[in-house]
């Protein structure tokens, strides 16, 4: 299961996993024609696919993805938790609401769809759990507050998760840079920000599809943050 397999990263994830084999859960929010899409694109690789949505800006009833995938394809071995919002704010004008509303999207969500995940995991098969978070958790953004502090929340849960959850589900992150550029960007501004990077390039979608994969097929891995950043962490 990918949430947020709809559009962008999301997408590419859900399709890397159908392409490898596996029958793809697509979690949308509000975008229902781009989850139909993926999902078609799915089928097409000859897998089972099915789409659902669930609110995962409300943690309570977030778990409930887990329990429609498993009644649509049965149960759920790999969850990638990708959803998330990118609000624009910084620690001067940030607002309760709009502070509540991205941990509960971006952080608590992930969370509590993982335990939910874990506990509804039959005992005699193995699990395992991507997120997804940001590169820049170690090198803020000025003007993303609440989403960075969310993301460094995921970071911190990925290894916690992996210690309790072990042996029987591995959990393991993505940690991206400048995959995808934002809607509002221009070309300009995108190669504008990616001439900073070592690798000077935007990375797309393949190199995250790849490492997620790396991290669902290697069964002694756990814990561990992968950078996908074009070595944006080391300028």
Same mark, same amino acid.
């Given at each position: 299961?990918?949430?947020?397999?709809?559009?962008?990263?999301?997408?590419?994830?859900?399709?890397? *996993?159908? %392409?490898?084999?596996?029958?793809?859960?697509?979690?949308?929010?509000?975008? =229902?024609?781009?989850?139909?899409?993926?999902?078609?694109?799915? @089928?097409?690789?000859?897998?089972? $696919?099915?789409?659902?949505?669930?609110?995962?800006?409300?943690? @309570?009833?977030?778990?409930?993805?887990?329990?429609? #995938? %498993?009644?649509?394809?049965?149960?759920?071995?790999?969850?990638?938790?990708?959803?998330?919002?990118?609000? !624009?704010?910084?620690?001067?004008?940030?607002?309760?609401?709009?502070?509540?509303?991205? *941990?509960? &999207? $971006?952080?608590?969500?992930?969370?509590?769809?993982?335990?939910?995940?874990?506990?509804?995991?039959?005992?005699?098969?193995?699990?395992?759990?991507?997120? !997804?978070?940001?590169?820049?958790?170690?090198?803020?953004?000025?003007?993303?507050?609440?989403?960075?502090?969310?993301?460094?929340?995921?970071?911190?849960?990925?290894?916690?998760?992996?210690?309790?959850?072990?042996?029987?589900?591995?959990?393991? #992150?993505?940690?991206?840079?400048?995959?995808?550029? =934002?809607?509002?960007?221009?070309?300009?501004?995108? @190669?504008?920000?990616?001439? =900073? &990077?070592?690798?000077? =390039? !935007?990375?797309? $979608?393949?190199? !995250?599809?790849?490492?997620? &994969?790396?991290?669902?097929?290697?069964?002694?891995?756990?814990? @561990?943050?992968?950078?996908?950043?074009?070595?944006?962490? &080391?300028?």
């Amino acid at each position: 299961m990918v949430t947020g397999a709809g559009v962008r990263v999301g997408r590419a994830i859900a399709l890397g *996993l159908a %392409e490898a084999g596996a029958d793809v859960f697509v979690h949308y929010g509000r975008s =229902r024609d781009a989850a139909e899409e993926t999902a078609s694109a799915a @089928e097409a690789m000859g897998v089972r $696919t099915a789409i659902g949505s669930v609110d995962l800006s409300d943690p @309570e009833i977030a778990p409930e993805v887990i329990a429609l #995938a %498993e009644s649509a394809l049965g149960p759920v071995s790999l969850l990638v938790n990708s959803a998330s919002g990118f609000p !624009v704010d910084t620690i001067e004008d940030v607002e309760r609401d709009g502070w509540q509303r991205t *941990l509960d &999207l $971006t952080l608590s969500s992930p969370v509590f769809v993982t335990k939910a995940f874990a506990e509804r995991l039959p005992e005699d098969l193995d699990g395992a759990v991507v997120n !997804v978070t940001d590169a820049k958790t170690t090198a803020p953004y000025r003007k993303h507050f609440s989403y960075i502090v969310a993301r460094g929340g995921i970071d911190t849960f990925t290894a916690a998760a992996a210690v309790f959850l072990a042996p029987q589900i591995r959990v393991n #992150a993505v940690a991206l840079g400048l995959i995808l550029p =934002r809607a509002t960007q221009d070309r300009v501004f995108e @190669e504008r920000l990616a001439a =900073r &990077l070592p690798l000077a =390039r !935007v990375g797309g $979608t393949q190199p !995250v599809v790849d490492t997620v &994969l790396f991290l669902m097929r290697n069964d002694f891995i756990t814990g @561990e943050i992968v950078r996908v950043d074009g070595g944006g962490h &080391l300028k």
